[in-house]
């Protein structure tokens, strides 16, 4: 089985490829699924900072 | 069959459609890259045999070239949809040629720095201006381009709409470009030693694997563009009734 | 609607508005030069080494004083309303982006070409090469003026937009580059430069054609 | 020339709506006063008519056609005075105006005569740079009059002037009103003369405007 990992000498170049390869893959998975949750977490926060100042009646307000 | 084309084609113009279509599709293409990415790895590290030539450090070429591919097929994707997004003035259009950019810039960096490792062994030197390696550098150049220009506009839909015209530029260019790189580089030293394998003549199991490898990232291409543009949706399309409603429940 | 003479007034324009700002007329000869002799202080005095490298180092620079004089061609006129006037005449936009295309090459790129006999002394060019040299870059800069000017057009709406400008512009002067010096070298190394001479042709047509309705709608993006 | 019949006027920078949807019309004789507080679109509106905006939506009749507002600046010759001045500072008056009537197609005879009219005879040699802001505005109307326009678009067509240049810009209007031409202002000061054929556009800087 070690020699699977020496790649026949060669381990310097093919993880160090397959590693950044994966790296790049797993990002473009994880980094616009988080966007998409931030964002709608950001428009919740902003709604419901919007409702609470109209019910405390601060009427004259500008909406944000 | 010409009309519901269309019909379809200006329906998934709109954001709140797309969301939805996109929202109902990426359950799937995300099984489908596991699938294939899994399957992929196992067939270029243990079942593809070892090169006669370059002995293991041949491996490189499954994420190599499907790399390299990806770079230069979201590169006419994001001209086309720049193409769409100026002609049509479509919303989604726009989004998705923006959405390209940063996608297709990260698998022409990867295809860069695996084609250096790969070539290191062999030329002994990390970089060398090998003509498809100093093409895809200028690729990648084009893409900081676009993506540059993007940055640099503060009016969304104007940024977009100007990115989406270089990106037509570039793609137009784009072959000029490598033609003009690979002759070049015929000039200078003559034919350096094929860092490609070709594909026709490789054994079926390598390009059994190639193949699954390229359909893999396409399915996360797939994955990644269509999430970035959901995202985008939600933040310009922020003030639509559609969101508010998307916010509350 | 006689087209020629809008055009030819409007290169009248620009050439005396060139004029009387003449100071700075001369920044892009004057860089090239600069720039042509960094090199034998970098690479060392040997002629022998110089000649190698000199059609390269002659063309770069030219494509690098090329770019940096882009700003002129939109620049003031955007800033100062001409532009709308010119948006706003039924001359067609592409027309009049051809007009100052042809000016920043007249005020630019000309000189480049007739100063290249002196390049080709300082870095010690064989002498087989000076035409070659010479035929290369009156073909190839106005290439690099009409790419230019989609460049310009694009950035022309953004404050900062010089460095942005050499990043859109840089990759797509490629071409224009590698078949320049190979014209050269081909004719140091004795054989004809035709070949490469003629591909230059080529995407001067391409470029003559396409470049101005590019950007026309370049800065019909930019400055909406 | 017909009357133009604006449908739907809509313009939205980063997203943010500029103006509401508007409707308005222009016709021969007739002028229209886009009247509002700063910011609330004025310019950006005449920016729209003039086809600088690509962007904006909205669709126009025009002699029974109907076509995208963007498109509007090709049916008909019009002339943009805007905030910006138009001419360059380092020709002189007569270059400037040479120039933009060979751009606009116009009759290079009349430039004496209107020299004249706007008062800059005598300043032929002078450069843009050398006028006076009122000078400066009366060189712009010169390259209007020039302008065989049958639309004039005028962005605050009273900034810098005096009395003088005030009544030479209303005599000049009412001339081109009386040649049956279509005349468009930005204003937000009161309007210092009643023309007999005006109509107000008022932008709240609110949604939905109406004519």
């Known amino acids: 089985m070690t020699d699977f990992w020496q790649m026949g000498g060669y381990a310097l170049y093919v993880w160090p490829s397959y590693a950044l390869f994966l790296a790049v893959v797993v990002y473009w998975l994880v980094a616009p699924w988080l966007e998409v949750k931030r964002t709608l977490r950001k428009m919740k926060q902003r709604k419901r900072r919007q409702h609470a100042r109209a019910n405390t009646g601060e009427q004259h307000e500008s909406q944000a | ?249 | ?224 | 020339m017909t009357t133009c019949h604006f449908r739907q006027i809509r313009y939205e920078r980063d997203d943010e709506p500029v103006f509401g949807t508007l409707e308005f019309s222009l016709q021969p004789g007739h002028m229209l006063v886009v009247e509002g507080p700063n910011g609330s679109g004025k310019t950006t509106l005449l920016r729209v008519v003039a086809g600088f905006l690509d962007m904006a939506e909205g669709h126009v009749e025009v002699e029974g056609r109907t076509l995208p507002v963007r498109d509007f600046h090709e049916t008909l010759p019009l002339a943009y005075a805007g905030h910006k001045p138009g001419f360059k500072d380092d020709l002189t008056v007569l270059e400037n105006l040479r120039f933009l009537v060979a751009l606009h197609e116009g009759d290079t005879r009349r430039i004496g005569a209107v020299l004249q009219r706007v008062g800059l005879w005598g300043w032929e040699d002078n450069l843009g740079r050398a006028l006076s802001a009122g000078q400066r505005k009366r060189l712009a109307l010169a390259a209007m009059l020039l302008h065989p326009a049958k639309l004039w678009l005028m962005d605050e067509p009273f900034a810098n002037l005096d009395g003088q240049g005030i009544a030479l810009v209303n005599a000049l209007m009412r001339e081109h009103l009386q040649q049956d031409g279509m005349l468009m202002t930005t204003s937000h000061g009161t309007f210092p003369l009643e023309h007999a054929h005006m109509d107000i556009l008022r932008l709240d800087g609110g949604k939905g405007d109406r004519a």
């Open chain 3, 1 to 224: 609607m006689n087209l020629l003479h809008i055009l030819w007034s409007l290169i009248q324009r620009d050439l005396r508005l060139a004029w009387r700002s003449r100071g700075e007329l001369l920044n892009p000869v004057f860089f090239l030069i600069l720039v042509i002799a960094l090199f034998p202080l970098g690479v060392g005095p040997e002629g022998k080494l110089l000649a190698r490298i000199a059609s390269g180092t002659v063309w770069v620079a030219a494509l690098l004083a090329t770019m940096l004089s882009l700003d002129l061609i939109f620049r003031s006129d955007v800033e100062d309303g001409s532009m709308e006037q010119m948006f706003v005449s039924q001359t067609p936009l592409s027309w009049i982006v051809l007009g100052k295309v042809i000016t920043h090459w007249l005020v630019t790129g000309l000189p480049l070409v007739l100063l290249a006999p002196l390049l080709a002394i300082l870095m010690h060019l064989p002498q087989p090469g000076l035409w070659a040299l010479i035929q290369s870059l009156a073909l190839g800069t106005p290439v690099l003026s009409l790419i230019g000017s989609v460049g310009v057009a694009l950035t022309v709406g953004i404050r900062k937009g010089g460095m942005l400008l050499s990043l859109l512009v840089l990759p797509l002067y490629v071409p224009v580059l590698i078949f320049g010096t190979a014209a050269v070298e081909n004719a140091i190394a004795g054989m004809s430069p035709a070949g490469p001479l003629l591909i230059l042709a080529a995407m001067l047509l391409f470029a003559l054609t396409l470049a101005p309705l590019t950007a026309a709608w370049a800065l019909k993006v930019s400055l909406s």
């Open chain 2, 1 to 249: 069959m010409w009309k519901t084309l269309k019909r379809w084609f200006h329906q998934l113009g709109s954001p709140r459609t797309f969301y939805r279509f996109s929202g109902a599709l990426i359950p799937w293409l995300f099984v489908a890259m596991v699938i294939t990415l899994a399957w992929g790895l196992y067939q270029s590290l243990l079942v593809a045999p070892t090169d006669y030539q370059q002995g293991e450090s041949y491996r490189i070429l499954y994420v190599h070239v499907p790399s390299a591919w990806m770079g230069l097929f979201i590169y006419v994707l994001m001209a086309v949809s720049g193409l769409i997004a100026l002609v049509w003035r479509m919303k989604v259009a726009e989004m998705v040629a923006i959405a390209c950019a940063p996608i297709g810039a990260a698998y022409t960096f990867v295809t860069l720095v695996t084609g250096s490792l790969w070539g290191k062994p062999m030329w002994g030197t990390w970089w060398e201006w090998d003509a498809r390696l100093t093409s895809e550098l200028f690729l990648l150049f084009l893409y900081l381009g676009v993506m540059g220009l993007y940055a640099a506009i503060e009016d969304r839909r104007k940024a977009a709409r100007a990115a989406a015209l270089l990106a037509l530029v570039g793609v137009v260019n784009l072959p000029i470009i490598h033609y003009s790189v690979v002759w070049w580089n015929t000039l200078h030293q003559g034919a350096t030693v094929k860092l490609f394998s070709g594909e026709s003549h490789m054994h079926p199991s390598m390009l059994k694997a190639l193949l699954i490898m390229t359909a893999a990232t396409k399915f996360h291409f797939g994955v990644a563009l269509l999430q970035s543009v959901r995202a985008r949706i939600l933040q310009q399309e922020s003030k639509a009734s559609w969101v508010q409603e998307l916010v509350d429940d």
